[in-house]
């Protein structure tokens, strides 16, 4: 089982909807990420949330949108999305800093966009 | 920037063991770590190295070499269940920024 839990599981939206991402952890984690995975390819950095602060953005395009209401909630919200969009969105934690601390990892939201 | 090379596949044998290496070149290094994932699932960690050897844990062992940018995740006494991708994932700088590698898809025969 794990300790950080992600809906939906799966999703399916068009390029005019507006739908959300939602990921929660209670292991007292202050960071929080947000990874793109493609099919056979790595997870990909989108976002890092630190002590409910973003520090970091990977240049993502506007039209995913972060937020991070509290320290155990991370929400990412998806608005005209296309079709290239659509992965595998990989919610993760850490108690510290990802250069120290390893992350736990979410079962992931796949997304497809049509 | 940052580059993390690994094999792209790797097939072992039930009961031998495997060793698959990572290169990375980064700017700034905080440590090196090896997840495994299932097809389907999401990446479990395995191990963290920071200083120069290697770490044992049970059948899994990790080495890493900063100077050669090198790192490798060794497997003993392979099992059916091993078959995963195996992820190397390096942090560099002060920062939350942890990048994967290509990852190595491995899979263990009868």
């Known amino acids: 089982d794990t300790e950080v839990t992600q809906t939906p599981k799966h999703l399916v939206m068009g390029m005019t909807n507006k739908k959300s991402l939602k990921c929660e952890q209670h292991?007292?984690?202050?960071?929080m990420y947000w990874y793109k995975q493609k099919a056979k390819k790595p997870p990909e950095l989108m976002f890092v949330?630190?002590?409910?602060?973003?520090?970091i953005n990977e240049s993502v395009p506007s039209r995913f949108s972060p937020e991070c209401p509290n320290s155990s909630l991370l929400n990412l919200h998806l608005h005209a999305l296309q079709p290239e969009d659509s992965a595998l969105y990989l919610c993760?934690?850490?108690?510290?800093?990802?250069?120290?601390?390893?992350?736990?990892f979410g079962n992931g939201t796949r997304l497809t966009v049509t | 920037g940052q580059n993390i090379d690994q094999p792209t596949e790797m097939t072992a044998t039930e009961g031998a063991i495997v060793q698959i290496n990572c290169t990375y070149q980064?700017?700034?290094?905080?440590?090196l770590f090896w997840y495994q994932q299932h097809a389907g699932e999401a990446p479990t960690f395995l191990s963290y190295n920071v200083l120069d050897g290697l770490e044992e844990k049970g059948r899994f062992s990790s080495f890493l070499s900063r100077s050669k940018g090198y790192s490798y995740l060794l497997l003993k006494e392979l099992q059916m269940k091993d078959s995963a991708s195996y992820l190397c994932?390096?942090?560099?700088?002060?920062?939350?920024?942890?990048?994967f590698g290509t990852g190595t898809l491995l899979a263990v025969q009868p």
């Open positions: 949330y630190s002590y409910e602060k973003l520090s």
């Open positions: 993760a934690s850490s108690q510290g800093g990802a250069y120290n601390s390893p992350l736990h």
């Open positions: 994932a390096v942090s560099g700088g002060a920062t939350n920024k942890l990048i």
């Open positions: 980064t700017s700034g290094f905080n440590g």
């Open positions: 292991m007292g984690h202050r960071a």
